[in-house]
T-cell receptor
Framework: GQQLNQSPQSMFIQEGEDVSMNCTSSSIFNTWLWYKQDPGEGPVLLIALYKAGELTSNGRLTAQFGITRKDSFLNISASIPSDVGIYFCAVLRSGAGSYQLTFGKGTKLSVIP | NAGVTQTPKFRILKIGQSMTLQCTQDMNHNYMYWYRQDPGMGLKLIYYSVGAGITDKGEVPNGYNVSRSTTEDFPLRLELAAPSQTSVYFC??????????????FGAGTRLSVL
């Protein structure tokens, strides 16, 4: 099936540092999403991207939808301890009246106080 | 609003036992989904439903069954539990907003071990 390549797999950073992670695909998708999963919880949507080249911010988070529609990146500025968790990219696949998400394997973020 | 509620939170099964994972949402969403998450992996779609009475297979449906008799509820059934079904199961729901805009809301998960 379709795979999303998400990198890095894990990161250890100092509190206050900026973070960057990305997600690539061999196919074109028109909707890219970034979710965060806190330990022991379900994923929560952070940012949704609908337009190629779009740059969208949500507080300290900024995500971009690649111009080729085959990639996206997520930046977190001035990291804090509560940023710890797993970040997933996802793409929306649609067809025949159904809509499904395909997820990357996630980037596990650890923040050292 | 409670959002998406999953029960139970934890369960241990013996090989060959059966169980039903419950999922209910109070947001009047028409789309509902079941995923499994294995360590170090993303979420894999098991089954989904686009409305009451309509279900379809996802990427990894083998060993599972679903039903959707109401808009609110989407139970996932394991008939003959196997160790390979040890995983964390997430239910999600969504409401299509506009053309192609589709945001999924997830429950807190059910952690299942099959021994």
């Amino acid at each position: 099936g379709q795979q999303l390549n998400q990198s890095p797999q894990s990161m250890f950073i100092q509190e206050g540092e900026d973070v960057s992670m990305n997600c690539t695909s061999s196919s074109i998708f028109n909707t890219w999403l970034w979710y965060k999963q806190d330990p022991g919880e379900g994923p929560v949507l952070l940012i949704a991207l609908y337009k190629a080249g779009e740059l969208t911010s949500n507080g300290r988070l900024t995500a971009q939808f690649g111009i080729t529609r085959k990639d996206s990146f997520l930046n977190i500025s001035a990291s804090i301890p509560s940023d710890v968790g797993i970040y997933f990219c996802a793409v929306l696949r649609s067809g025949a009246g159904s809509y499904q998400l395909t997820f990357g394997k996630g980037t596990k973020l650890s923040v050292i106080p | 609003n409670a959002g998406v509620t999953q029960t139970p939170k934890f369960r241990i099964l013996k090989i060959g036992q059966s169980m039903t994972l419950q999922c209910t949402q109070d947001m009047n969403h028409n789309y509902m989904y079941w995923y499994r998450q294995d360590p170090g992996m993303g979420l894999k779609l098991i089954y989904y439903s686009v409305g009451a009475g309509i279900t379809d297979k996802g990427e990894v449906p083998n060993g599972y069954n679903v039903s959707r008799s109401t808009t609110e509820d989407f139970p996932l059934r394991l008939e003959l539990a196997a160790p390979s079904q040890t995983s964390v199961y997430f239910c999600a729901s969504s409401l299509l907003r506009g053309q192609g805009h589709h945001i999924q809301y997830f429950g807190a998960g059910t952690r299942l071990s099959v021994l």
